[in-house]
T-cell receptor
Framework: AQSVAQPEDQVNVAEGNPLTVKCTYSVSGNPYLFWYVQYPNRGLQFLLKYITGDNLVKGSYGFEAEFNKSQTSFHLKKPSALVSDSALYFC????????????FGKGTRLSVIA | DAGVIQSPRHEVTEMGQEVTLRCKPISGHDYLFWYRQTMMRGLELLIYFNNNVPIDDSGMPEDRFSAKMPNASFSTLKIQPSEPRDSAVYFCASSLIGQETQYFGPGTRLLVL
């Protein structure tokens, strides 16, 4: 069965510093990986995805993520954090192509401090 | 594009009452998903449809929950009777065949007293 782990419930970072939100996954086949962000009282917004190709994926709002097959990780990164990046971040995976459901991690709350 | 639309945004009801949540997917999307978000269990899939047909409802917690998609632009999730443990945020998402990304609605925050 496919699964996702986000080992940190909370990440705190100072504004202007780089940020990393960690995600590891487990699938039996090739992974299809996603990051979503949830702002308070809002739905999930798509940030980026890895399907195939370059291991470094660039997404919305200056975020990027690096796919590492050997470590089964897909960490979310941003070179310089903004206070407005404070939100709940979800990593998700599926092991089949197409439109099958996503399996989500528990989420990591990012707090960027001015 | 208006995105995925859900109504109501908030619902407070008493135990035993029937609750109906509504979703309008993005126009042209073939797939529709219902997820539930709780503090304890995170985000979990309840059911999903392809071309209005339920594909997998194994996540529906029990017979009190039912979902329908009478046409391509509308779906409902019904809880009857509701219980306090059903309190959660319910999200609807849709996607287009051949594209990997699911787009989420703003969610319905349900509180059952």
């Amino acid at each position: 069965a496919q699964s996702v782990a986000q080992p940190e419930d909370q990440v705190n970072v100072a504004e202007g510093n780089p940020l990393t939100v960690k995600c590891t996954y487990s699938v039996s086949g090739n992974p299809y990986l996603f990051w979503y962000v949830q702002y308070p009282n809002r739905g999930l917004q798509f940030l980026l995805k890895y399907i195939t190709g370059d291991n470094l994926v660039k997404g919305s709002y200056g975020f990027e993520a690096e796919f590492n097959k050997s470590q089964t990780s897909f960490h979310l990164k941003k070179p310089s954090a903004l206070v407005s990046d404070s939100a709940l971040y979800f990593c998700a995976v599926r092991e089949a192509p197409g439109n099958t459901p996503l399996v989500f991690g528990k989420g990591t709350r990012l707090s960027v401090i001015a | 594009d208006a995105g995925v639309i859900q109504s109501p945004r908030h619902e407070v009801t008493e135990m035993g009452q029937e609750v109906t949540l509504r979703c309008k997917p993005i126009s042209g999307h073939d797939y529709l998903f219902w997820y539930r978000q709780t503090m304890m269990r995170g985000l979990e899939l309840l059911i999903y449809f392809n071309n209005n047909v339920p594909i997998d409802d194994s996540g529906m917690p029990e017979d009190r929950f039912s979902a329908k998609m009478p046409n391509a632009s509308f779906s409902t999730l019904k809880i009857q009777p509701s219980e306090p443990r059903d309190s959660a945020v319910y999200f609807c998402a849709s996607s287009l065949i051949g594209q990997e990304t699911q787009y989420f609605g703003p969610g319905t925050r349900l509180l059952v007293l």
